[in-house]
């Protein structure tokens, strides 16, 4: 299993452009998420997905959209970029809820953001 | 306000000491605490994950601690090793939530 996937790696963005942060996931879980993870701060929930079809707002959700057309995929889309959006975003994914102690996240390796 | 304070913010410590990391919350209702370890450049990867009723729980060097009353974790890491050098995250989560409360981290570096 290659586990939670993410692209790319790492990328620049000008001040209004737009992009995909992809993310991918093979251990068939049911939920996944995406948070962005600023210096110094705690990370902060952006977006999750409890099955295809079905998703919802975290705690940071503006400025982005997202989709959950498979159980495998859960792209982060972010229209007209700013300079605040600079981060480094993370998604993860679980089998059922984080509510319950026996659903274990699993984290992609992060993309790094800059928008310039 | 739901919130979760790690201390110390960092820590240098000599290869093979020990060393215990502190996490207070105000995150309610409870249902479970996880400590995760977050290499450079990596994503978080789960450590331990423990209940209300669950006061003590080890992964093999790593050993953390609970006591729901005070609401404060540890986690303590024994014969510490150059690759333990990472940041330690504590996290909180409501129950029947899917929002996950992050402390800001414990910067450990594990010199020879």
């Known amino acids: 299993n290659a586990g939670v996937t993410q692209t790319p790696k790492f990328r620049i963005l000008k001040i209004g452009q737009s992009m995909t942060l992809q993310c991918a996931q093979d251990m068939n879980h049911n939920y996944m998420y995406w948070y962005r993870q600023d210096p110094g701060m705690g990370l902060k929930l952006i977006y999750y997905?409890?099955?295809?079809?079905?998703?919802d707002k975290g705690e940071v959700p503006n400025g982005y959209n997202v989709s959950r057309s498979t159980t495998e995929d859960f792209p982060l889309r972010l229209e007209l970029a700013a300079p605040s959006q600079t981060s480094v975003y993370f998604c993860?994914?679980?089998?059922?809820?984080?509510?319950?102690?026996?659903?274990?996240?699993?984290f992609g390796p992060g993309t790094r953001l800059t928008v310039t | 306000k739901n919130q979760v304070e790690q201390s110390p913010q960092s820590l240098i410590i000599l290869e093979g000491k020990n060393c215990t990391l502190q996490c207070n919350y105000t995150v309610s209702p409870f249902s479970n605490l996880r400590w995760y370890k977050q290499d450079t450049g990596r994503g978080p990867v789960s450590l331990t994950i423990m209940t209300f009723s669950e006061n003590t729980k080890s992964n093999g060097r790593y050993t953390a601690t609970l006591d729901a009353d005070t609401k404060q974790s540890s986690l303590h890491i024994t014969a510490s090793q150059l690759s333990d050098s990472a940041s330690y995250i504590c996290?909180?989560?409501?129950?029947?939530?899917?929002?996950?409360?992050f402390g800001t981290g414990t910067r450990l570096t594990v010199i020879p």
């Open positions: 996290v909180v989560i409501q129950t029947g939530a899917n929002n996950l409360f």
């Open positions: 997905s409890v099955g295809a079809g079905i998703t």
């Open positions: 993860a994914s679980s089998y059922g809820t984080s509510g319950e102690a026996s659903y274990e996240q699993y």
